[in-house]
């Protein structure tokens, strides 16, 4: 299943709507703006509000438009990264750290579903993280002891309680949780409202100024002056350089498989190798018969593989083969992670500038690394201590990660070698309806998408960040960016995820 645009549509969207501000239209003024409203956005707006903060809300889409509504919603202190990794990274204090902001991050949703009485299906469960069955469990006796080290819950088991299916010895950590994502997004967004807080959609950012008295600009003409500004566009969109080399875009694949209501006991479930499985139980709304298995995986570097089908086919096989209760598979879709070197999120102030800050780096746990944002963030603007800002600070260096920093930037400088290649298809005539590729003309790349009527919309095929040539995304229907994650529509070329701020531009210019 599809959304109107082409894109896949996620177990979230085919459950809830989406809210839909309407646009900004003239000026505005506020203590805080904040740019983007996914799960880092209205939670930091929310926990402003609360303090007593005036915020203002921009998105260039609806409320929970851009990676939140394709997460997974795990709500984990167990990290992607492994524990004995981060004490490698950030030492034991720094290890202890993430646990403890990960931790509350868990609490402090569950607080604000009871507060605000949000109805999203949040549900304690434990979760496992288990090898799968003929590999060594060493790397689960590595990790536990890190683990306890760090303060973590978690403890050794023989075996995942799933009796349909030996998938071996496993580290069962302590309640985490689970929840709808944009159920609990929009019941956020009207408390933030409800606190007087100010939202807007189809509000495109163009210019984020830094100063005494930051600004935003829009697409329209329209501005928003604040004293702080908080950037929470999944990626930075204010930051050409910097940040970009210290993350790096990865693509993740995701179904949602129907089986009958209580065949599987409620848990999480991760498995070690990379790129790893993810699994977890979903209600249907108002269906008491079945539930949605969502399991993800199958990752890759944005803009670096066009084998979608392949990838689905695989989490499929895998899925199939150990939950045998699967009737159909009517849901896919992919979403975008941002992998950071040292394996946390960059939550701060942004690097050389006074009153701007931003949140990006999810390392696959957006969830609460959004939570944490709106933790950190709201107390950095206050001017309180928080013993996380250290920890997550932006402009933090990460000299134990140069090995990750190397290996991702080289990768990044080989995909200007794409500008010399003989394109995809040597003529448009080439490319299917519903279909997109790159075509060379002389030395210039084009993106051509030809429309399901014939239709063909050609755009440069330059992003327009640092100048990489897009790649045609067959199953979300976009141009990606193979060096910093952008994203952009297939019909007009317009954003549609940064660190681009600017479209592609029109073929010929």
């Not at 609360?50 to 889409?61: E, R, Y």
């Not at 993810?278 to 249907?284: D, E, F, K, S, T």
């Not at 108002?286 to 539930?291: C, I, L």
Request: hydrophobic share 40%; aromatic share 8%.
């Amino acid at each position: 299943m599809k959304t109107p645009d082409g894109e896949n549509l996620s177990v979230w969207l085919a459950t809830a709507e989406l809210q839909q501000p309407a646009p900004l239209t003239g000026t505005e003024e506020a203590e805080v703006c904040i740019v983007g409203a996914g799960i880092a956005g209205i939670t930091t707006a929310y926990m402003l509000a609360l303090a007593g903060k005036s915020v203002v809300v921009i998105d260039d889409g609806a409320i929970g438009s851009g990676e939140t509504h394709h997460t997974t919603a795990h709500l984990v202190n167990a990290l992607d990264d492994r524990y004995f990794e981060l004490e490698r990274f950030h030492g034991a204090r720094g290890a202890k750290l993430a646990a403890s902001s990960h931790t509350a991050a868990i609490d402090t949703i569950e607080e604000i579903v009871g507060r605000e009485n949000i109805g999203c299906d949040f549900e304690r469960v434990d979760g496992y993280l288990f090898v799968p069955p003929g590999e060594s469990p060493d790397i689960l006796t590595r990790e536990l002891a890190a683990a306890q080290r760090a303060g973590v819950e978690v403890e050794y088991v023989e075996h995942v309680p799933l009796e349909f299916y030996e998938f071996g010895p496993a580290l069962r950590f302590t309640q985490q949780a689970q929840f709808h994502a944009i159920k609990y997004l929009n019941g956020l967004a009207d408390a933030v409202k409800g606190l007087g807080g100010r939202m807007y959609g189809q509000t495109h950012a163009t210019k984020i100024e830094d100063g005494a008295r930051p600004r935003v600009v829009t697409a329209t003409g329209a501005q928003i002056r604040a004293g702080a500004i908080v950037v929470a566009t999944n990626t930075p969109v204010n930051d050409r350089v910097t940040i970009h080399t210290k993350q790096a875009p990865y693509r993740t694949y995701v179904i949602a498989a129907r089986v009958p209501s209580q065949s599987i006991r409620h848990v999480l479930l991760w498995d070690t190798p990379d790129p790893y499985h993810y699994v977890r139980l979903q209600p249907a709304n108002g269906n008491r018969s079945h539930e949605f298995l969502i399991v993800g995986g199958e990752d890759h570097k944005t803009g670096q593989a066009d084998d979608f089908e392949a990838r689905f086919a695989a989490l499929e096989q895998w899925t199939r083969e150990r939950f045998p209760m699967v009737e159909d598979v009517p849901l896919r879709w992919s979403g975008q992670v941002m992998e950071p070197v040292d394996g946390l999120a960059f939550i701060g102030r942004n690097p050389g500038e006074h009153n701007v800050y931003i949140a990006t780096g999810d390392s696959g746990n957006g969830m609460t690394h959004g939570t944490i944002a709106g933790l950190l963030l709201s107390d950095l603007i206050a001017g309180r201590d928080n013993e996380w800002a250290t920890l997550y600070d932006p402009a933090r260096k990460s000299l134990r990660a140069g090995f990750e920093y190397a290996r991702e930037n080289l990768n990044v400088a080989g995909q200007y070698a794409d500008y010399v290649t003989p394109g995809d298809v040597k003529r448009v005539e080439d490319i299917a309806p519903g279909d997109g590729a790159i075509v060379r003309r002389g030395f210039r790349q084009v993106a051509a998408y030809r429309d399901e009527r014939g239709a063909l919309h050609e755009h440069s095929a330059v992003c327009t960040h640092l100048g990489c040539i897009v790649a045609w995304n067959g199953t979300e229907q976009s141009w990606d960016c193979p060096c910093h994650g952008s994203r952009f529509d297939k019909l007009d070329g317009h954003v549609l995820n940064g660190p681009a701020i600017v479209g592609l531009r029109p073929a010929g210019e």
